[in-house]
């Protein structure tokens, strides 16, 4: 019987820190180390699914039907440079439309059952917020990636997300936890960005990521040309980093063992 994916939630209530870029791009660069990777875009602002180039004003269904169980995720896949189940602007009414639903927390765990086994790994994208999509995320997740901007206000906004998963983990899904903290927009020649930094050893320890995320144009470029940084630039910095990304998650406790033993190769 094949393994059920891993599904991995990209989370932090704070905007700009990198959610989707590292969603995309690890996804992507998994899918080289040999996984089969899914994203799900859980953003009404839909940056996932433009990324990959798809028309969002005209995308007739997408996840806010999902969730809402108009449709089954397997009717609005689409296949990319990784396969992606994108969203449109109607995403942002779908916290109303959930509120009035019983086991409406776990809208998204059971729209994944028909796909769970098709994957290696699902990747979900979520808003800057700590509401009922984030919330859908965390009970349908093995675990929590978190890209942390390094600067010290950002990495206060930790504690109010450590909570939101405390309470999900004894009401919800006792077995979600923070897997990672990415370490994104890091300038390392800056004392402010090797501090922070060091702060989120500190409270965190091994589950820091080695991999340091800078700041690029390369990132602002590749979502014009609806690609990941590692097709639009397959040399540059911003790929090698996500390259490193994928082989520590693959390497690490979020790991699924890959075809060819490229887990293996990845540690």
């Known amino acids: 019987m094949p393994r059920p994916a891993r599904v991995l939630a990209l989370a932090n209530q704070k905007g700009g820190v990198a959610k989707t870029t590292t969603t995309l791009n690890l996804g992507v660069a998994l899918k080289d180390l040999g996984a089969r990777v899914l994203a799900v875009d859980l953003d009404p602002q839909s ?6 180039g798809i028309d969002v004003e005209d995308l ?8 809402t169980g108009a449709a089954s995720i397997t009717e609005i896949l689409q296949v990319r440079e ?4 994108p969203a449109g602007i109607e995403l942002a009414g779908a916290e109303l439309a959930l509120s009035a639903m019983i086991g409406r927390e776990r809208a998204l765990e059971r729209a994944l059952r028909p796909v ?3 994957y290696d790994y699902i990747l979900l ?11 859908n995320a965390m009970v ?3 675990g929590v990636i978190v890209p942390v901007q390094c600067e010290y206000l950002s990495l206060r906004g930790l504690a109010q997300l450590r909570e939101t998963l405390r309470q999900v983990r004894e009401n919800l899904n006792p077995d979600v936890d923070i897997v990672g903290i990415l370490p994104t927009m890091y300038d390392g020649r800056t004392i402010h960005g090797r501090e922070a930094v060091a702060l989120l050893e500190e409270n965190f320890g091994d589950r820091v990521y080695r991999t340091r995320v800078g700041k690029t144009i390369r990132f602002a470029e590749a979502p014009v040309q609806g690609q990941s940084v590692i097709r639009y630039d397959p ?13 520590e998650v693959a390497a690490g406790p979020a790991g699924v063992a890959l075809p060819g033993g490229a887990r293996e190769a990845a540690a």
């Open 235 to 247: 040399s540059s910095q911003a790929a090698r980093w996500y390259r490193a990304l994928a082989r």
């Open 60 to 67: 007739g269904r997408g996840m806010y039907h999902v969730l």
């Open 125 to 135: 994208d979520t808003p800057p917020s700590l509401g009922l999509l984030t919330i």
């Open 47 to 52: 940056n996932l699914s433009m990324s990959q």
């Open 116 to 118: 769970r086994e098709l």
């Open 140 to 142: 349908a997740a093995d």
């Open 82 to 85: 990784i396969d992606v189940a």
